[in-house]
């Protein structure tokens, strides 16, 4: 069965810190996208990055990056130099090819905390 | 940009009534859905529609239904509402077909419901 931890419950980072989330998934499909989202005190989740199965180049967008490995089964994402904008709730979630409809399956959640 | 509209934020309902939590999308997508988030929990999804008057149990479908009448319009209702269904709900939209598995679901600010 599919399944996406994402093991950090709650971090907290000073100001132009860097830091990393961590996202692990499970499944069984050869061919599935990645998602990172990222849902902010207003609560409106916002779609921030999308990989697939068969693309593992690393993507960089100004001071988000995210770092898929298949084998380690991992899709990181790592903000460079914190901003107070940044805290929110990041969440990973995981789609497999089929059938349409295809709901996503997210992880818990990482609640992220910058400080100034 | 995709539009993604919960018709409340806030609702506060008494225990045994019938809820009714409206989405409407203006983007004309095709697959529909409805997930809800508690602390420590996640998203977990409710329902999703992929087609008019079609519907899909999701992993918690006990104490729900839904309708969609209507492409642009999908509805949860809860039956008899009870205390444990007090939650955020969030409502989202994405494109369908074949290529439904890849595409990004868009969100709702999600509706804030307490069964008191």
């Known amino acids: 069965a599919q399944k996406v931890t994402q093991a950090q419950t709650e971090i907290s980072v000073v100001e132009k810190e860097d830091v990393t989330l961590d996202c692990v998934y499970e499944?069984?499909?050869?061919?599935?996208?990645l998602f990172w989202y990222k849902q902010p005190p207003s609560g409106e989740l916002v779609f921030l990055i999308r990989?697939?199965?068969?693309?593992?180049q690393n993507e960089i967008s100004g001071r988000y990056s995210w770092n898929f490995q298949k084998s380690t089964s991992s899709f990181n994402f790592t903000i460079t130099a914190s901003q107070v904008v940044d805290s929110a709730v990041y969440f990973c979630?995981?789609?497999?090819?089929?059938?349409?409809?295809?709901?996503?399956?997210f992880g818990k959640g990482t609640t992220l905390s910058v400080s100034s | 940009d995709v539009k993604v509209t919960q018709s409340s934020r806030y609702l506060v309902k008494r225990t045994g009534e019938k809820v009714f939590l409206e989405c409407v999308q203006d983007?004309?997508?095709?697959?529909m859905f409805w997930y809800r988030q508690d602390p420590g929990l996640g998203l977990r999804l409710i329902y999703f529609?992929?087609?008019?008057?079609?519907?899909e149990k999701g992993d918690i479908p006990e104490g729900y239904s839904v309708s969609r009448e209507k492409k642009e319009r999908f509805s949860l209702i809860l039956e008899s509402a009870s205390t444990n269904q007090t939650s955020m709900y969030l409502c989202?939209?994405?494109?369908?077909?074949?290529?439904?598995?890849?595409?990004?679901?868009?969100f709702g600010n999600g509706t804030r419901l307490t069964v008191t």
């Open positions: 989202a939209s994405s494109l369908g077909s074949t290529s439904s598995y890849n595409s990004p679901l868009h």
């Open positions: 499944t069984r499909d050869t061919t599935y996208y």
């Open positions: 990989r697939n199965s068969f693309d593992e």
């Open positions: 979630a995981l789609s497999e090819a089929g059938q349409a409809g295809t709901a996503l399956i």
């Open positions: 983007m004309d997508h095709e697959n």
């Open positions: 529609s992929y087609d008019v008057k079609m519907k």
